[in-house]
């Protein structure tokens, strides 16, 4: 009697071990998304400015651009893809909010072919030549040690002032997969390897 008492004690005891251990592991939080968390913020700075009010307002948005280059490629940084994200991101949140938002790259007739319609081009000869916009969505952003510091504005295309600006800073997610000092973007984070810092007077 006591053997068999044991033996259902410790098939009770493993049971609950497991159910433990599989409860344990359905409680993983959803990682956070830093790129995503930038977006909102600079988006709701924009639109909070107490000096200027959105809404209405014709506005078009360029790509954000690095701040050694001014251009959507930085020395330092392969991250190619994170100007245009957070440009056509903004500019949505923007729209979202009642902004008169123009679509520059919106060509003069959509374009058929086997691959689809089309509407959207970088051709210059493609799109209109004249967008009616008073304002511009611009950003630069800086890599640092701890992220990517990203300045977005506002910017009255006539006298060319600033009417509104925001800041984030995206911070870095160590990836320890890579082997090279860079930066790449997956799935909503930065990530910056930092191995070989240090060895470089080898």
Known sequence: MNLKMSIMAFALLTLSGCQTFDTIVGKKEPMEQPVETAITS????LITNSSFDIADKR?????????DTLTSVSKDSELMELGTI?????????????GDVREIKSANAIQLNMGGEFILSRDIERVAHNTQADYVLTGIMTPTDYGTVVNAKLINLHNKRVVAAARQVIAITPDIRTSENSSTFKDGLLYRNHQNQGNHDE
């Open 42 to 45: 600079i988006s709701h700075q």
């Open 59 to 67: 506005i078009v948005s360029s790509t954000f651009v690095w701040s």
């Open 86 to 98: 957070l440009q056509e991101s903004i500019i949505t949140s923007l729209t979202q909010a009642g």
